[in-house]
């Protein structure tokens, strides 16, 4: 059970619309605080899209994703799951980036998630663009290559962009798998699709063992079928889980920099996640919501949505460890 100095505050208490917005109404505890100590699950905003390669904003999504994390409850309406009574969740705060730095914003971001894997933390994050997943990842598996189950429609296993610039937010698995932060054989990549000028991230994928699942599989097989699949890649041993909000439908996830039509409704982007039940799950995150294309704030309400689903596979999943 966890500590009730860690319980989000209640709509009864403070109606969902007051207070300083935090994720999902949690105490803001930061790495220096003294109750650092007791936190399982850390929620952390990455404010950067310093890897954006076309249409920017996403560093704006953690503001945004925490003033709609306001509205979400104590417990999951589908599966049951009540994650803050299982372990201690706190939000951490942003993860400080240099806009005016690439280089210099992965080097703070991998040191701050050093730091959050030294104190025992399991972080969730919400990003930024999908380059932050790669200091996280140099962060979290710097000892030993871990698992991956990644949702995009886009791969983002290039090498590089623009002359040699190899950090971009389409290549930041490339680097994963080169630094020895992934292991190829266990990462499986769900919702591919889209418009591309030439097949070398696929073919990249291929030569080293990560399993691509195109939309146009996982529309044929069903959503059970092919979570079962990448459970069993996976595994029992160490997971990431990275989700790009473009896997979704842009008729649901509009605001998003690469949208790509013909993808899943709102519905379908929450069951994939509760079919991780079972999953070790050292971490995720949620990341691309560009609140400067998100008119109606629609795209962040699902974004959190997410990030709520992710956080009840990961409770249970600290708590069952922390069991054993
Ligand atoms: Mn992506
Ligand atoms: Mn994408």
Partial sequence: MSDTFFHPVSGFDLPRFA?????????HVPLEDPRIK????????????????????????????RDLSTMIRAGNGATGVRPFELVNCADLGDVA??????????NRMSDFYTRVKQAGIVPLTAGGDH????????????????????FDSHTDLFD?????????????????????????????????????YDTEDKDFAHSV?????????????????????????????????????????????????????GGPNSFQALQVVRELAGVNVIGADLVEVSPPFDASGGTAWLGISIMFELLCIMATAVSNRRGV
Avoid at 233 to 257: E, K, L, N, S, W
């Fill in 19 to 27: 207070g300083v917005a935090t994720f999902m109404r949690l105490p």
């Fill in 131 to 150: 380059l932050c997943s790669l200091p996280i990842l140099r962060g979290l598996a710097s000892d030993a290559p871990v698992g991956m189950i990644h």
């Fill in 97 to 106: 980036p240099n806009p005016a730095d690439l280089m210099d914003s992965l």
């Fill in 209 to 261: 063992g990560v399993r691509l699942i195109t939309i146009e599989e996982f529309f044929a097989r069903g959503i059970e079928d092919v979570m079962a699949e990448a459970r069993e890649i996976v595994g029992q041993a160490p997971t990431y889980v990275t989700y790009d909000i473009d896997f979704v439908d842009p008729a649901f996830a509009p605001g998003t920099g690469t949208p790509e039509v």
């Fill in 160 to 196: 590089s962009y623009f002359n040699g610039s190899r950090f971009t937010h389409g290549t930041p698995f490339r680097r994963a798998i080169e630094e020895g932060l992934l292991d190829p054989k266990r990462v499986v990549q769900i919702g591919i699709r889209g418009t591309s």
């Fill in 38 to 65: 007791d936190v399982a699950i850390g929620l952390i905003g990455a404010p950067w899209d310093g890897g954006t390669t076309n249409r920017p904003g996403p560093r704006h999504g953690p503001r945004q994703l």
